[in-house]
């Protein structure tokens, strides 16, 4: 008898646009400005170095996505070797749980087409300032009562293979997230510290406290919980120093996040494009050329879909 063919999903990534209608798409420059941040909105991500409470899904969403995200924590799900990294525990300790995965784009459909969430782009275009591109995406989900931390860290101390620093990233709760059940924590204003060392980001939530300052230290004390209302959004500087608690509630909390860079971002691997620290996994761009192509696809240009009413939004610059 022959046996039935596996049951195998495409690598979503080689489609180069968005695919269905979960996320309907502006059809004229008028309607994109219906999701455009506030000139005070966008001041203060300058200010603070972060944004939070910006509406991003529906309800209808929310489930396709969680669905979604159901089938991929098993780690027999088909689709698995388009992840570019996959962390059933991230933290190695059963007791403290952390889901973490990049590049679901590629392996399921709604986390293919939220990249083309016009809710997100916007707001994206905004707060960089600039047409920008998909670099990755990451899944970060904890379960109820056993939930590990994410430990303090800067984004772009992971990112340095990708050069100038022109990075943003967006959060997206897909359930409440609270201080119970493990909301993220920003420092305000850390965004102006500099860069500073990359630290493992399960386990140890203070790891990077002996590359800081007296002062940084102090400024910990201003630290505020990022709470969100599934759906919501919350939009960081590549250097705003931030982290997540364990979670020991009833409550599981997950999240997807978005992370892009300004079009003409170039790859930074210093060694000749193979095994760049924390680019492993990574689809593949030489030293010197512009991160681009298939799996860094242009998420919006501005002059495209707003013509003449580029010049009316208020933009980070
Ligand atoms: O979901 C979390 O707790 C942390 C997310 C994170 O590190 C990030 O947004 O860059």
């Given at each position: 008898m022959i046996e039935p063919a596996p049951n195998?999903?495409?690598?979503?990534?080689?489609?180069?646009?968005?695919?269905?209608?979960?996320?309907?798409?502006?059809?004229?420059?008028?309607?994109?400005?219906?999701?455009?941040?506030?000139?005070?909105?966008?001041?203060?991500?300058?200010?603070?170095?972060?944004?939070?409470?910006?509406?991003?899904?529906?309800?209808?969403?929310?489930?396709?996505?969680?669905?979604?995200?159901?089938?991929?924590?098993?780690?027999?799900?088909?689709?698995?070797?388009?992840?570019?990294?996959?962390?059933?525990?991230?933290?190695?300790?059963?007791?403290?749980?952390?889901?973490?995965?990049?590049?679901?784009?590629?392996?399921?459909?709604?986390?293919?087409?939220?990249?083309?969430n016009p809710a997100f782009l916007m707001p994206a275009y905004q707060l960089l300032g600039s047409d920008f591109r998909l670099f990755h995406d990451q899944l970060f989900s904890k379960p109820a009562k056993h939930g590990g931390v994410v430990a303090w860290h800067q984004d772009y101390s992971y990112w340095t293979w990708t050069t100038p620093m022109s990075h943003l990233t967006c959060w997206i709760g897909l359930d409440d997230a609270t201080t119970e059940n493990g909301c993220m924590y920003y420092v305000p204003g850390s965004h102006n510290w500099g860069l500073l060392d990359k630290k493992p980001i399960a386990g140890d939530m203070d790891a990077i406290r002996d590359s800081l300052t007296s002062e940084q230290v102090k400024q910990f004390d201003n630290k505020i919980p990022v709470e969100v209302k599934r759906g919501e959004a919350s939009f960081h500087h590549p250097l705003l120093m931030h982290g997540s608690y364990e979670n020991r509630s009833e409550r599981r909390r997950r999240a997807t996040l978005i992370n892009v860079f300004a079009d003409g971002v170039v790859s930074n691997r210093k060694d000749g494009g193979t095994h760049a620290p924390g680019a492993k996994g990574y689809p593949s761009i030489p030293a010197g050329e512009a991160m681009g192509g298939t799996y860094y696809p242009l998420l919006f240009e501005a002059q495209r879909e707003l013509r003449e009413l580029t010049s009316q939004l208020p933009l980070i610059n």
């Open positions: 195998r999903v495409k690598d979503l990534g080689l489609l180069s646009q968005r695919d269905n209608e979960l996320f309907p798409y502006p059809s004229s420059p008028e309607e994109w400005m219906s999701f455009a941040l506030s000139v005070e909105q966008v001041a203060h991500f300058k200010e603070h170095g972060y944004l939070k409470g910006v509406r991003i899904l529906n309800d209808r969403q929310i489930g396709q996505l969680g669905e979604e995200l159901g089938e991929m924590v098993d780690p027999n799900h088909t689709g698995k070797e388009f992840f570019y990294e996959y962390h059933s525990n991230e933290s190695e300790n059963s007791e403290e749980v952390l889901f973490h995965a990049l590049g679901a784009w590629r392996v399921r459909p709604a986390f293919h087409d939220l990249l083309w």
